[in-house]
T-cell receptor
Framework: SQQGEEDPQALSIQEGENATMNCSYK?????LQWYRQNSGRGLVHLIL?????REKHSGRLRVTLDTSKKSSSLLITASRAADTASYFC??????????????FGKGTKLSVIP | EPEVTQTPSHQVTQMGQEVILRCVPI?????FYWYRQILGQKVEFLVS????????KSEIFDDQFSVERPDGSNFTLKIRSTKLEDSAMYFC?????????????FGEGSRLTVL
């Protein structure tokens, strides 16, 4: 399985602090993506990092990827109460051509306290 | 902004009944997916669909499940005889195609409760 596993399972921080979430996976990947899910809602794509990239930024988001350790981290800087959500990493593997299956981890539940 | 829409948002059914969940993917997308999420747990892949046929399916997607694209816009998931353990959120997703990076666009989900 190339399942992503996030760490920690839950994280509670004060507004303005940075939040770091980690993800580990097991097999070779094409890319790794982070999604956000507000309670009871669908998943929203945040950022994608390819296997040949090491770091990527998008607004207050910073993602790193270490393929030698099969791990990734998502950093949210200057957190806001509206960032409260569950965050999932998802890996797209090197399966056969035309396959776009993503494998999701269990997620990190982030609570940002105003 | 184009979005994936799903209906119903919530369905309650009796065990053994058939359920059809409907999805309208983004109009120029070619690859379609169903995922499910049991309450508080991870998002699990069920099936992918391309060119009017299943391209991949997981172990969860057994003979009780089927998918169909009955017309040019809808993509349905049918569960023939629901079980208690089928209670979950079911998410439809779509993506554009071979040149796409792999970002999936998800609907808001259909919550299925089997009693």
């Amino acid at each position: 399985s190339q399942q992503g596993e996030e760490d920690p399972q839950a994280l509670s921080i004060q507004e303005g602090e940075n939040a770091t979430m980690n993800c580990s996976y097991k097999t070779s990947i094409n890319n790794l993506q982070w999604y956000r899910q507000n309670s009871g809602r669908g998943l929203v794509h945040l950022i994608l990092i390819r296997s040949n990239e090491r770091e990527k930024h998008s607004g207050r988001l910073r993602v790193t990827l270490d393929t030698s350790k099969k791990s990734s981290s998502l950093l949210i800087t200057a957190s806001r109460a509206a960032d409260t959500a569950s965050y999932f990493c998802a890996t797209r593997g090197l399966s056969r051509a035309g396959s776009y299956q993503l494998t999701f981890g269990k997620g990190t539940k982030l609570s940002v306290i105003p | 902004e184009p979005e994936v829409t799903q209906t119903p948002s919530h369905q309650v059914t009796q065990m053994g009944q058939e359920v059809i969940l409907r999805c309208v993917p983004i109009s120029n997308h070619l690859y379609f997916y169903w995922y499910r999420q049991i309450l508080g747990q991870k998002v699990e892949f069920l099936v992918s669909f391309y060119n009017n046929e299943i391209s991949e399916k997981s172990e969860i997607f057994d003979d009780q499940f089927s998918v169909e694209r009955p017309d040019g816009s809808n993509f349905t998931l049918k569960i023939r005889s629901t079980k208690l353990e089928d209670s979950a959120m079911y998410f439809c997703a779509s993506t554009a195609g071979p040149t796409n990076t792999g970002e999936l666009f998800f609907g808001e989900g259909s919550r299925l409760t089997v009693l």
